[in-house]
C-alpha cells in the first residue's frame, strides 16, 4: 500500500483562457499535516475543489487510499472520509451548536422525525473527539468565529473524517485562538488524520507543519518536507523572487494634516478619538473586535453618526453626511468584507472597477461611454497584474487576492486625499507585480 492517503498527479484544469492548475502533483501522507501554500489566484482553492468534487478535472488521476478516483460529487468525497472546512464554515447561524452538528446525520440517514434526545447525543459525540466543551443550545451565530471553526471540526469528524482539508483557517483567529486550534489540529495528525491546511502565512506554516505544497502560477514548485526548506527558500519558491526585507519609508510627508480627527465619539461605538494623518503618511489603527474600528472608518466614510467631535480636512472643518460626500471630499473607504460590500460580483470586473468613476466616464443624456469603461478598467488589469484573460467575465471568477485588487483599483481611480483601509489584507498575500 501507498504510503499516501491521497496522491494527484499532472492534474490539470482550464478556465476559458485561464490555466488554473497545469499538470500540479500533490500529495499528503495520513496522519501528516500539509499545507497548501501560494500567492494569490496560484490555483490553490481550485486544487481543494477538484478533491472536494465541486470541480471536475480536465486532466490527471487521483488516487485516495491506493484506489484511482474518477470523477467524484462533494457527497461522494465525503463519504470517502474527505471534509472541506471552507472559509465560511458552512453554517447555519440561526440554529443551535446541537442542531448544526447533527443536521447532516440526520439528513444523511433520511430521517423525517427530530428526537432531540439523538441530536443531543450526537452533538455530544462530536464534541467528545476533541475534548472540546460548549454550550449545546447556544446559537451558532452569537459564537466567536473561533468556537465556529471548533464547531465545523466536530461536525467533520462525525463523518469518519481520513482528510480534513481547512481554507485558510486562522484569517479571523486572533493569536490565542490560532494556538487552540493548532492544539486541535496536532491532536487530529496524532490520531491518524491528515490535515491539509491552506495558508498564505509563513510563520504559520513553518510552525504547524509536516510537509508543504507550494504553487505559483497554476504550477507546483516545492513539494516536501517542511523542515527541509529554509525561510528564504520558502518566500524564492512562493514569489518567484529574491525578497528582501521591504519596508515602507515615507519620504513624502506633508507638513500640515490632510485630516484633523478631534475628541471624534459616536455614542456607544468609540469615545474622544483623536489624530492627524499627514499626505504620504500610512496611519495604522488597531484595537480588537468590537472595540470601535469599523464604526470611526464608517464615520470618516459618511457611514456613522458624529455626535461630537470635529472632522478637519485639508484645513477646513467639514461634516460627511454619505459616501457620496465623502468621495466628493476626496475619501475612499475599502471595506471589510469585500464580498458583500466591496464588489459586485455578478458584474463584470471592468464595470466594478469603474464604480466609483462613472461621472468621468458619462457622455450626452447621461449615457456611460462603454469603451472608455472598458479600456480604463484594462490599464488597472495590466498595473495590478489582475489575474484575468478577460475584464468583462463577471467578478465572482476571480481568486480572492485578485477580487481585492479591483476593489483597490476602484478607489485608486479617483484623485483621492485620504484613502481608508478596513483589514485589508484578509486571504491577501503579497501583489504580484
Ligand atoms: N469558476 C471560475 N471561473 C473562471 N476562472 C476561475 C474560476 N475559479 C478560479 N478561476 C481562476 O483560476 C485561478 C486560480 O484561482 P484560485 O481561486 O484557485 O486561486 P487561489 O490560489 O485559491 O487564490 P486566493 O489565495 O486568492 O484564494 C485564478 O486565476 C482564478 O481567476
Ligand atoms: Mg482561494
Given at each position: 500500500m501507498s504510503e499516501y492517503l491521497l496522491q494527484m498527479t499532472g492534474i490539470d484544469k482550464r478556465f476559458g483562457g485561464v490555466h488554473a492548475l497545469d499538470h500540479v502533483n500533490f500529495a499528503v501522507r495520513p496522519g501528516k499535516v500539509m499545507c497548501l501554500a501560494g500567492e494569490n489566484g496560484c490555483g490553490k482553492s481550485t486544487l481543494v475543489k477538484i478533491i472536494s468534487g465541486a470541480y471536475t478535472r480536465d486532466e490527471g488521476e487521483v488516487l485516495f487510499e491506493g484506489k484511482p478516483i474518477q470523477h467524484i460529487t462533494p457527497a461522494e468525497s465525503s463519504a470517502l472520509g474527505i471534509q472541506v472546512i471552507y472559509q465560511d464554515l458552512s453554517i447555519f447561524p440561526n440554529l443551535t451548536v446541537m442542531e448544526n452538528l447533527a443536521i447532516n446525520s440526520e439528513i444523511t440517514a433520511k430521517r423525517k422525525i427530530v428526537n432531540r434526545k439523538r441530536w443531543e447525543q450526537t452533538a455530544k459525540e462530536a464534541l467528545s473527539k476533541i475534548g472540546y466543551d460548549i454550550d449545546l443550545y447556544a446559537r451558532m451565530g452569537d459564537l466567536s468565529v473561533a468556537d465556529k471553526q471548533l464547531v465545523a471540526i466536530c461536525r467533520a469528524l462525525l463523518f469518519n473524517a481520513k482528510l480534513i482539508i481547512m481554507d485558510e483557517?486562522?484569517?479571523?483567529?486572533?493569536k490565542k485562538e490560532v494556538d487552540a486550534l493548532f492544539k486541535t489540529v496536532r491532536q487530529l495528525r496524532d490520531s491518524g488524520i491528515a490535515i491539509m491546511f491552506i495558508s498564505h502565512k509563513t510563520e504559520e506554516i513553518f510552525e504547524i507543519s509536516d510537509d508543504v505544497c507550494i504553487m505559483r502560477n497554476g504550477k507546483n514548485v516545492y513539494s516536501g518536507p517542511?523542515?527541509?526548506?529554509?525561510r528564504k527558500d520558502f518566500t524564492y519558491y512562493m514569489t518567484g523572487r529574491e525578497l528582501e526585507d521591504d519596508y515602507f519609508v515615507p519620504t513624502n510627508i506633508s507638513k500640515e494634516p490632510v485630516l484633523k480627527v478631534d475628541h471624534l465619539t459616536w455614542n456607544g461605538k468609540f469615545h474622544d478619538v483623536s489624530f492627524d494623518l499627514r499626505k504620504g503618511e500610512i496611519l495604522g489603527i488597531t484595537g480588537l473586535l468590537g472595540s470601535g474600528r469599523t464604526e470611526l472608518a464608517l464615520a470618516l466614510f459618511g457611514l456613522g453618526k458624529v455626535h461630537s467631535g470635529t472632522i478637519t480636512l485639508n484645513g477646513q472643518q467639514v461634516k460627511i453626511t454619505s459616501p457620496i460626500d465623502a468621495q466628493k471630499k476626496r475619501i475612499g473607504y475599502v471595506p471589510e468584507d469585500r464580498l458583500t460590500?466591496?464588489?459586485?460580483?455578478?458584474?463584470?470586473i471592468a464595470d466594478n472597477i469603474m464604480l466609483a468613476s462613472l461621472k468621468q466616464l458619462t457622455r450626452a443624456l447621461g449615457t456611460l461611454n462603454h469603451d472608455e469603461l472598458f479600456e480604463k478598467s484594462n490599464e488597472w488589469v495590466k498595473k495590478f497584474s489582475?489575474?484575468?484573460?478577460?475584464?468583462?467575465?463577471?467578478?465572482?471568477?476571480?481568486?480572492g487576492g485578485n477580487q481585492q485588487k479591483i476593489v483597490l483599483s476602484k478607489w485608486l481611480n479617483n484623485d483621492l486625499d485620504v484613502l481608508i483601509l478596513n483589514g485589508p489584507t484578509v486571504g491577501v498575500e503579497s501583489w504580484a507585480r
Open positions: 483557517p486562522t484569517t479571523a483567529l486572533t517542511t523542515a527541509e526548506l529554509t460590500e466591496g464588489l459586485c460580483l455578478r458584474q463584470p489582475i489575474a484575468t484573460d478577460d475584464a468583462h467575465k463577471h467578478a465572482s471568477t476571480l481568486s
